[in-house]
């Protein structure tokens, strides 16, 4: 049996050029294709510093592809 990998993505996929992050889900591109092979501990490290790394996209990109609230 499998068990199925949860995933921050809310499929809103665009990245934000100065941080480099996803404005959906806050992931880098290396975080986001590395997903599947990151180990549990490693995928719950990245998902707890989600939240705080919103602070890092420009406030324009920000209000316009503001995800709903997590």
Request: net charge positive; with cysteine.
């Amino acid at each position: 049996m499998s068990t199925a990998i949860s995933s921050p993505c809310i499929k809103v996929c665009c990245v934000e050029p100065q941080s480099g992050l996803c404005l959906g889900c806050y992931r880098t591109l290396p975080e986001i294709a590395q997903w599947l092979r990151f180990s549990p501990d490693q995928r719950a490290a990245i998902t707890a510093e989600l939240p705080s790394r919103a602070e890092k996209l420009d406030p324009a990109y920000r209000t316009a592809f503001a995800p709903s609230p997590r």
